[in-house]
């Protein structure tokens, strides 16, 4: 029960960037409440709806993505509706779409695009960041794999929408590269990060309008610092295997969290 409302608070680390203002408020029991919110009149158009994809070669449909059994929820809870989208169909037209406010995906490592539909894919994610849509990447961002690997010039184009910069390195799993918490009180959960650091490819901070929550770094050199868990003004981004902890075994399912949902340096 306790971890069941656990989990419906920490993906609220990512809805805030998502939430407009037309849909925040502040204290309902303060006197002067009605002044805080910035209402929208009537007959005005809400923008609430999120661009949630998902793979339907991994889950059948959208029930058994893990963005709806993680997500969905707290989302809903801030008034926003997540609208499905199938990765292998063909890709929403969001140009006239006001009422989208942004995008989220959380893909398994299983995910494998075809070259020309992930090329495809990225151009899409490009046109809705700079159309003014927010962009919230957990995970496998799905837009190259080992199979089909992007130029790296065409990733970045993206990636520096949103403040980070793909550098194209692996770095493995291992006692050599340390965590910097550089927000302490919202990390290590529910479950502390392990001591054998997980792979991850590195992306560095490339505009200081992002926030860098966690960072890996090699000893004690700073030039081989890279970014983990990061937010900013056009979405936020999560590397895989940090967002938490995920046991299947003898029929037994255990989840905990590495992100703290509570912490007030993520409510942005």
């Not at 993680?70 to 809870?77: D, G, K």
Request: proline letters at 5%; hydrophobic letters at 40%.
């Amino acid at each position: 029960m306790i971890k069941g409302i656990l989990t419906f608070f920490l993906f609220l680390f990512f809805a805030w960037n998502l939430v407009p203002n037309s849909l925040y408020f502040d204290k309902w029991d303060s006197p002067t409440w009605q002044n805080k919110v910035d209402w929208v009149p009537e007959g005005s158009l809400v923008q609430r709806r999120v661009i949630v994809f998902y793979d339907s070669q991994v889950r059948t449909d959208s029930s058994q993505a893990k963005f709806h059994h993680l997500a969905e929820m707290p989302l809903n809870h801030l008034g926003i509706i997540c609208d499905y989208h199938d990765i292998r169909e063909p890709l929403p037209n969001i140009t006239n779409e006001d009422d989208v406010i942004g995008v989220a995906t959380w893909f398994m490592e299983y995910t494998i695009l075809p070259y020309e539909l992930a090329d495809e894919y990225l151009k899409w994610a490009i046109q809705a960041v700079s159309l003014g849509k927010k962009y919230v990447i957990l995970g496998n961002p799905a837009f190259d794999s080992v199979q089909h690997p992007m130029q790296k010039k065409k990733l970045n184009k993206f990636w520096n929408l949103i403040g980070l910069y793909d550098t194209g390195l692996w770095e493995g799993e291992g006692y050599s590269i340390k965590l910097i918490r550089n927000h302490s009180e919202m990390l290590d959960f529910e479950r502390p990060y392990p001591d054998v650091i997980m792979g991850f490819r590195k992306m560095v901070q490339s505009s200081d309008s992002l926030t860098c929550y966690l960072t890996p770094r090699k000893w004690n050199e700073p030039e081989s610092d890279a970014c983990l868990v990061a937010t900013g003004p056009n979405g936020g981004y999560v590397a895989d295997n940090y967002a938490n902890y995920h046991l299947y075994e003898k029929e037994r399912e255990e989840r905990e969290w590495y992100i703290n949902r509570f912490s007030k340096s993520i409510q942005i």
